[in-house]
Structure formats: structure tokens, C-alpha cells
């Protein structure tokens, strides 16, 4: 079919209102649903479109798939890596990733309740201001289907768990755990300035640590690895399927860190101070 064909002519969509969630950015943001399991959220439906009588029987229902925009997309890719994609680039419409031909997501949310224009929600996993095209009620009989087949996530299942009955989910996850540095590090940052690390990097590391320029993690000469969480640097190593989180440490150059004002090198700065490199901490 040619793209001239006028069947295929653009048309436009208009939000019905947004999702506020507890994510501000890509980084933050789970994977999956199953990944965010738990964490609230809130579509704030637009005034004036009739919407008051659309949510009308909404709260019979106990999951609802959201129908959104991933509005901070620039263009797309015909072939992605996905995060457990065991290293190979895989068609775009063969995945989840966000980077699609027409940036469309669709996820599954549990229904907490309905006040009004507002629907709160729980298990988000979208960035904070996502427009909303659409919300649809998820009909278990119609829509849950356990066997059926999961195309090139089958094969990696056969090689986390060999023969025999494929598991729920195709990759096993991994465990982590945090050394005693590392602990005590994040506990600082959480206490002190009220950085939460222990969350998202956990999170992200038991999808699989392997080097993966999407979620920022390389391997170091020592035979380390190292992950990039915003302006931060976690030192992990990985045994077999445990992971455990050695150090933290700062993204920013020596020059920034004697230079700069800004309130987030500020932090650094003091990090550095009760935890600098290579060395005990002061009072230790």
C-alpha cells in the first residue's frame, strides 16, 4: 500500500485529560504495570466534553485499560532493545517499547475509585501529564488469555528455565541486595536530602543487569558494572542471578562540583564530604 494511499491520511485525536502520576520522567518510570505494582495515580478528566455522564457504571469495574499519548517521544525506531530482548534488536511491533510508529500507549491500571472528573488508580506506569485518548473497562473472560503464545520472549524463557512448563514471566527476575556502603550511603541521601535510590535502582536492576545503553548500565575495566540513575552512579556486581549494589557514587565532573551553584551539585558536594571516594567516611 503506498503512503499516498488516501486511506491512510492523517487525522487528529483529541485528549480527554491526563494522567498525574509519581514519575517525572523516563528514567523514573516503571517498565510495566506488574513492574509499578502499587504506586497511585490519577486521570483528570477535561471539563466541558460531556465526561461527567461518560464515567457513569466506571466503578463496577476493577481494572481499566488507558488508552495515552507518550507525548515526549521525537520520531520512532523500526527495530529497538528491549530490556530483555538478550541483547538483539527486535521489530518495534514485535515489542512494548514506547518508540512506535504513532506514539500510542496502552496500559492496564486498577481501579480505586471515581470522584467526579477524577478516576484514582493504582499500578501506573506513565510519565507524570500523559494526555489520555481513551479508557476501556478490562473484560477478564474476553481479554486474559494465559496460553497463548509469547513470540521471541519463549526462547528466552528456554534458556533461563530449559525444558519443561513456561514460567509466568518468560525471564526470571533477579535478586539484589545492597552492601553495607551502599545501604548506609542511601540511607544518607534519603534521610538527609530526601533522595529515594534504593527504590528505582532495585527496580531496574532485577529486570537484568546486563550493559544496556536504555537503562544506562556499561561493564568497568575491574569487571564491575556500573548503572546511571539521573545524576547518580551505582557500582553493582552480578553472581549467577544476585545482584548486589556495591557503592554509590556522583555523576558530575571535579569541575562542576568545585564550580558550580547549583542546588542538586550542592548535594554532591556534601555527599562527597560523608562519603568521599576511596575512603572512610569522617567519625568512622
Not at 112 to 120: A, F, K, M, Q
Not at 169 to 194: C, I, K, M, R
Amino acid at each position: 500500500m503506498s503512503p499516498d494511499d488516501p486511506r491512510l491520511q492523517p487525522f487528529s485525536l483529541t485528549p480527554i485529560g491526563i494522567l498525574r502520576t509519581p514519575f517525572p520522567d523516563r528514567v523514573s518510570t516503571p517498565r510495566q504495570p506488574h513492574a509499578s505494582e502499587g504506586a497511585e495515580g490519577r486521570i483528570e478528566l477535561a471539563a466541558g466534553l460531556g465526561l461527567e455522564h461518560a464515567v457513569s457504571d466506571l466503578e463496577g469495574w476493577e481494572y481499566l485499560w488507558v488508552l495515552f499519548c507518550f507525548h515526549l517521544n521525537k520520531g520512532w525506531r523500526p527495530k529497538v532493545l528491549p530490556p530483555r530482548s538478550a541483547g538483539k534488536r527486535r521489530g518495534v511491533l514485535a515489542t512494548r517499547s514506547p518508540h512506535r510508529p504513532n506514539p500510542i500507549g496502552l496500559s492496564l491500571v486498577r481501579l480505586v475509585s471515581v470522584e467526579g472528573l477524577v478516576i484514582h488508580v493504582r499500578d501506573v506506569d506513565m510519565i507524570d501529564e500523559s494526555p489520555v485518548l481513551d479508557i476501556k473497562p478490562y473484560i477478564p473472560y474476553a481479554e486474559a488469555r494465559p496460553g497463548a503464545r509469547t513470540g521471541w520472549l519463549e526462547s528466552l524463557a528456554g534458556e533461563a528455565e530449559g525444558a519443561g512448563e513456561v514460567p509466568a514471566d518468560p525471564e526470571p527476575g533477579f535478586s539484589v541486595t545492597w552492601s553495607p556502603q551502599a545501604a548506609a550511603q542511601a540511607a544518607y541521601l534519603q534521610d538527609e536530602h530526601g533522595i529515594d535510590l534504593v527504590t528505582p535502582v532495585t527496580r531496574t536492576l532485577r529486570l537484568g543487569p546486563q550493559p544496556h545503553p536504555y537503562r544506562r548500565i556499561r561493564a568497568l575495566p575491574d569487571g564491575t558494572l556500573r548503572l546511571a540513575h539521573k545524576d547518580f552512579r551505582i557500582g553493582f556486581r552480578v553472581e549467577r542471578r544476585d545482584v548486589t549494589v556495591l557503592s554509590i557514587g556522583t555523576g558530575y565532573r571535579e569541575r562542576d562540583l568545585a564550580l558550580s551553584d547549583d542546588l542538586a551539585v550542592a548535594v554532591h558536594r556534601a555527599f562527597l564530604a560523608r562519603f568521599p571516594p576511596g575512603g572512610e567516611p569522617p567519625g568512622c
